[in-house]
């Protein structure tokens, strides 16, 4: 009912760049946080890049330090989507990232409001050097 699509992934020499999007679709009434996570393989997943929101204002609230400088997240209030623009990009960066979403929505058939967490299904991100 909430779901979370990404999109922009690929294949990229090191120091290259790439922008990550991530649509959000449901019916959203608002949105508490958004994020992107990653996991390489044989590790956990970690976070990248979180985003905490109040009504249209978006709150930058942290960067793994591996990327700062490098990284930056964003979001399109009008199309639910989040944003991670990635410069500079480095061969340990290579991952699945995935983004994260949470807030409120209305069930189909249901005028009340519902909490949700939801993950998109991942993109995959490589750098070679």
């Known amino acids: 009912q909430v779901q979370l699509v990404e999109s922009g992934g690929g294949f990229v020499q090191a120091g290259g760049s790439l922008r990550l999007s991530c649509v959000v679709s449901?019916?959203?009434?608002?949105?508490?946080?958004m994020g992107w996570y990653r996991q390489a393989p044989g590790k956990q997943r970690e976070l990248v890049a979180f985003?905490?929101?109040?009504?249209?204002?978006?709150?930058?609230?942290s960067y793994v330090d591996s990327v700062k400088g490098r990284f930056t997240i964003s979001r399109d209030n009008a199309k639910n989507t989040v944003y991670l623009q990635m410069n500079s990009l480095k061969p340990e960066d290579t991952a699945v990232y995935f983004c994260?979403?949470?807030?409120?929505?209305?069930?189909?058939?249901?005028?009340?409001?519902?909490?949700?967490?939801?993950w998109g299904q991942g993109t995959q991100v490589t750098v070679s050097s």
């Open positions: 985003m905490s929101i109040g009504g249209s204002t978006n709150y930058v609230d």
């Open positions: 449901g019916r959203i009434f608002s949105f508490n946080a």
């Open positions: 994260y979403a949470d807030g409120t929505y209305n069930p189909p058939g249901d005028s009340g409001r519902k909490p949700f967490n939801s």
